[in-house]
């Protein structure tokens, strides 16, 4: 299994019978909400996942780092609003 995968790779897999869930995860240091910018343009049915509040959970930078893990129920909770399931495609 590869990391990347080419567009054409992408398109064929979006065009197989299997369901892939395609994640849109932009982050900026300067901007980080990147909502503005997936709606201005992201692959069609690419799902927006915010890196500060799904990704992460609030934490102290100093002792935890910018974006400490979330707990795995708070992370399990969101990977189903994106529509993961065992066994999903993922892109992000």
Do not use: K
């Amino acid at each position: 299994m590869s990391n990347l995968i080419s567009v054409a790779e992408l398109h064929t897999l979006l065009a197989g019978s299997e369901p892939v869930v395609i994640l849109d995860v932009r982050w900026r240091l300067d901007r980080p909400d990147g909502r503005a910018e997936y709606r201005e343009g992201h692959l069609p049915g690419a799902v927006y996942v915010d890196l500060d509040t799904e990704l992460a959970a609030p934490g102290l930078p100093a002792t935890e780092g910018r974006h400490p893990v979330p707990e795995i129920e708070d992370l399990r909770a969101a990977a189903r609003r994106w529509g993961l399931h065992p066994g999903s495609t993922v892109i992000a």
